[in-house]
């Protein structure tokens, strides 16, 4: 049997699918074969795994050998190719390559449904973009000086990915409906944490979870739960473990977008 033919029928395809229905389709399969959602039955965790491995191998494939959609092209006037013109089209192409190469990997890790990996790689990136990666921790003023279009690029990826499930976006609108506050006032802006830590589940009968604890890291987990890695490089974290304050403070809402 030809191999295209038996990598569609892994993806459930008739053969000569589009791109977007091979895309689609192996979205959908991955979401339903993901190991995580076995975790407790090893059997099927395992069984999962392999067909996991038969998805993405027909993945692969199909998309290398299917013909890409050309792009269609726009009419445009000419413009005069002024010396400052043509310098300003380099440099914006150069920014878009280093933006790009910048989040390919989280972009490839939330692709494959592998969400606690992207999990640790956005808090790595926020390390990153922040200029904190050898501290470790972000203070405040880190936070504001993160890109507001880097945080959007992160943001978008998790929501592309999750059908609008997880992201910086979901979760303030979570925080926003929950009623929560973000205040100077440590009570006023505990409660809200909780409140907010409850309905995520990063707070279980009254505790924190720790970076150490386990997480349900699936498509399944409540609305605006992930990602939750960066919390844990937030000062307020850092002061609580560190025994300086039996309060969080994170004050991880200042990472939410603002709408437009």
């Known amino acids: 049997m030809n191999p295209s033919v038996v990598h569609y029928q892994t993806l459930e395809l008739k ?4 791109q977007a229905e091979i895309k ?17 039955n090893p059997r099927l965790r395992e069984k999962a795994e392999e067909k996991l491995k038969q998805i993405n191998a027909a993945y692969n494939f199909l998309k290398s050998t299917q013909p890409q959609a050309s792009p269609q092209k726009v009419a445009t006037q000419p413009e ?11 440099e914006v ?8 190469t910048k989040f390919k990997k989280l972009n490839a890790l939330l692709e494959l449904g592998r969400l606690k990996d992207a999990d640790l790689e956005t808090k790595r990136l926020l390390l ?16 504001k000086a993160i890109p507001g279009q880097s945080l959007s690029t992160i943001d978008q990826l998790w929501a592309k990915y999750s059908n609008g499930r997880f992201g910086f976006s979901i979760q303030r609108r979570v925080w926003e409906k929950l009623g929560c506050v973000a205040s ?9 944490e909780n409140k907010f830590g409850q309905h ?10 720790s970076p150490w604890d386990s997480f349900n ?10 990602p939750r890695e960066y919390v844990f490089a937030l000062s307020g974290w850092w002061s609580y473990s560190k025994g300086w304050t039996g309060y969080l403070l994170w004050r991880f809402d200042a990472l939410f977008p603002k709408p437009k």
């Open 93 to 100: 192409k150069q920014e878009d390559i280093e933006i790009s």
């Open 128 to 143: 990153e973009l922040a200029g904190r990666t050898k501290e470790g921790w972000l203070r405040p003023e880190d936070i």
């Open 200 to 209: 995520t589940q990063w707070r279980v009968k009254g505790t924190w979870l």
């Open 24 to 40: 689609q389709a192996y979205r959908d399969l991955a979401l339903v074969w993901h190991p995580d959602r076995f975790a407790d």
């Open 80 to 90: 005069p190719k002024t010396e400052a013109k043509q310098k300003q089209k380099v």
């Open 15 to 18: 053969p000569g699918a589009s």
């Open 184 to 192: 100077s006032d440590i009570a006023t802006q505990t409660l809200s």
């Open 217 to 226: 890291y699936s498509f399944q987990a409540p609305l605006g739960s992930l």
